[in-house]
């Protein structure tokens, strides 16, 4: 099987054969990204695969560059304007300030300009009754006009069409007859069929955008695999970095926008129970961002929504990933006070750290660690690329500051260590966690050079820096189930006489979920799940046990004590004398898939692990440190390493400090902790 996680810079790609992991790393091509999958397939050989799994952030790019393709959104008449007024939010450091606009509003960046966005004369009631029927007259005219604007897509949402889709499906007959078959259309009763107008409608808008930017994309990637000898299963993870298969991820393709960060936490999740580790805060430090997540008794942290913007919700299981402006190619800046800076600005790609010499002139993290001596110029990346520190010294030069040459680089490598290090305290407050009882998971090409140095900062209890560290999102797409999900609101207060209604919503989703998989096999396994709140509440506690089988009185007692236990646990507090209204039923079909089984490496017969060369490192202390350097290939399970030492391998670095000790385990992990 082969997994491909496709990057805005590079394209990784693992496969595993009888128990052998290969690894390319292909440079995306940003024109033509399904080359970058390609040529990264046929060099691991693809013909030889039965799986093919993808994650991409393509369409997530898509989304924050703005370049989409030109699309309409039909709702309500007097409710076009949705998409702009959000939720109403404002982010924490804008509270205050009168200038602050909404990225997606139409103050800003617009998703659908509001000529596009157009009302439909018709309205649902919250009980499913027409309170005026569809104007199909009216709506010819509206759509007579997106004819004349070029549209290439049309997103419908219209008001209360979760309890009643009727209106939206004739609206979409009248979008065919109208604009034609070949119009990618999506409606929310279908694509997102829950409560709160605007989660859905944005839902809706991202899934059409996905229509089109992913549709050609897979017709020509699964062509391009055909052409080389692969006949396998082509699957898409999805934002919770679960499979689908490729036909069925089209036909709902906002699951899809954000699955490249979420890949990161199953690979840590599925790797920290073959080595005992069952809490990990992990931490994908790539180019331009650090991003962090959390597992729990070896189970992702998995929300009901994401935010692609501030604001910008999708209505998709996602296991929340936290991003800051904290990677290899974060920028070194002075701030108008005169202060050192280390992000959130980017390099990127183009032009890069000064040391890549492509024409960067500012410096970054990278070009801090190149002129420390934790990056070996002549050996980055295999090899395969010469880094320049003269360049990179020149740009640390450069800036305007008052600090000495030294000053700077250990400042820059220092401020870095702690964007880090306060991203991670910040998700470990946030969840009410005790970092002492969880192991920072390192990987991503600058995680494993960065993170041991984060370990005394935020009381980890040991920093792991698993295979292939620099690929390690990759690993992530084989280490993950097939899932077919189905969800539907139904405002319902739980009682003993719901309990016919409640258990005809979750044998309607099962039984269409059967139909979908005829012919699958027995190993399907359904989870049942609800999100409930008490009566009163606004927001909902989500991912409430449901019993299997028929739904009775007794099941619904069965429902309302988990949710007393699950509210309990997450605030601290339990109501039993309240009510409990169920708000929104889920059903996921699990079919188990082969994962990636890494294999245990030897153990060292005689003697301790030797440095292949000494090297120093610059700028960490007042003097210089003699450093042993070492191969990673080389190290066997059970050798001990005391720091300082530097762990070499193609495609990343770890670093480890003085005072800090590395053991090997049988997996061929580092396990980084104090040592003393």
């Known amino acids: 099987m082969i997994g491909v996680d496709v990057g805005g810079t590079f394209t990784d790609v693992v496969a595993i054969f009888d128990g052998t992991i290969r690894t390319a790393k292909v440079a995306t091509d940003p024109r033509n990204t399904e080359s970058s999958v390609l040529a990264g397939a046929e060099e691991l050989g693809v013909r030889e695969a039965d799986h093919f799994n993808h994650a991409s952030t393509h369409g997530l790019n898509a989304v924050i560059t703005r370049r989409l393709p030109k699309i309409a959104f039909l709702t309500t008449l007097g409710h076009r304007d949705i998409l702009d007024a959000g939720r109403v939010w404002r982010p924490a450091t804008a509270l205050t300030d009168p200038h602050w606009r909404r990225p997606f509003g139409d103050a800003a960046r617009p998703l659908v300009p509001r000529y596009l966005r157009r009302g ?81 409608a944005s839902t809706t808008v991202i899934d059409v955008f996905m229509k089109l930017i992913y549709g050609d994309y897979t017709r020509r990637l699964d062509s391009g695999l055909k052409g080389r000898g692969f006949d396998g299963d082509l699957n898409y993870a999805n934002c919770a970095a679960q499979l689908v298969p490729a036909d069925v991820a089209m036909e709902r393709p906002f699951q899809i926008v954000f699955a490249g960060p979420a890949a990161g936490t199953m690979a840590s999740a599925h790797f920290g129970r073959l080595v005992g580790a069952s809490n990990l805060l992990c931490a994908d430090v790539g180019g331009t961002s650090c991003d ?166 935020v009381h980890a209890a040991e920093v792991v820096v698993p295979p292939h560290p620099g690929l390690f999102s990759a690993l992530g797409l084989v280490s993950s189930d097939q899932v077919y999900g189905s969800s539907r609101s139904a405002y319902t207060i739980l009682t003993e006489d719901a309990a016919a209604s409640v258990d005809a919503v979750y044998r309607e989703m099962e039984a269409a979920m059967r139909a ?100 120093e490192i610059r700028y960490l202390t007042d003097q210089p440190l003699k450093t042993g350097e070492y191969d990673r290939t080389a190290l066997r399970a059970g050798d001990r390493i005391t720091g300082p030492a530097i762990i070499r391998e193609p495609l990343s670095t770890t670093f480890m400090l003085p005072g800090q000790a590395l053991t090997v385990g049988d997996y061929g992990e580092l396990r980084i902790n104090k040592a003393f």
């Open 120 to 200: 439909i004369r018709e309205r649902i009631t919250a009980d499913g009754t027409a309170l005026f029927p569809l104007d199909e007259a009216q709506a010819r005219e509206q759509l007579a006009v997106l004819k004349r604007c070029g549209v290439t897509g049309v997103a419908i949402c219209l008001i209360n069409a979760y309890v009643s889709h009727r209106h939206e499906e004739r609206l979409r007959e009248l979008v065919f007859e109208e604009l034609g078959r070949d119009v990618a259309c999506s409606i929310s009763s279908e694509v997102s069929p829950l409560a709160k107008e605007f989660a859905r």
């Open 516 to 615: 979908r998989l005829r012919g699958v096999g027995t190993e399907v396994q359904f989870v049942r799940r609800f999100d409930g709140r008490l009566a009163g509440q606004t927001w909902e506690t989500p991912f409430i046990p449901v019993p299997d089988g028929t739904i009775d009185a007794t099941g619904v007692r069965q429902m309302i004590a988990n949710f007393h236990e699950a509210y309990k646990a997450r605030t601290g507090n339990a109501f039993t004398m309240l009510p409990v209204q169920g708000v929104t039923y889920r059903v996921q079909a699990v079919i188990p898939s082969a994962k990636v089984d890494y294999p245990r490496i030897e153990r060292r017969s005689a003697g301790r692990p030797e440095p292949r060369r000494m090297v």
């Open 292 to 457: 962090i997540s959390l597992v729990t008794d070896g189970q992702p942290f998995v929300n009901t929504t994401f935010e692609l913007e501030h604001d910008l919700i999708v209505n998709a299981l996602s296991n929340e990933v936290s991003s800051i402006g904290a990677g290899g190619g974060s920028l070194v800046t002075i701030s108008q006070a005169g202060e050192l800076q280390v992000g959130p600005g980017s390099a990127g790609a183009d032009p890069g750290p000064a040391c890549y010499h492509k024409g960067g002139t500012e410096p970054t993290t990278t070009d801090t660690c190149v002129l420390m001596g934790i990056i070996d110029a002549d050996g980055f990346a295999g090899g395969r690329m010469k880094l320049h520190p003269e360049l990179a010294r020149q740009a640390f030069e450069r800036l305007d500051t008052v600090l000495t040459l030294e000053q700077r680089i250990n400042y820059a490598f220092n401020v870095a260590i702690n964007n880090i290090a306060e991203g991670v305290t910040n998700i470990a407050v946030h969840h009410g966690i005790d970092p002492r009882d969880y192991s920072l998971v390192a990987f991503g090409a600058a995680g494993p050079m960065l993170l041991p140095a984060v370990l005394d900062l």
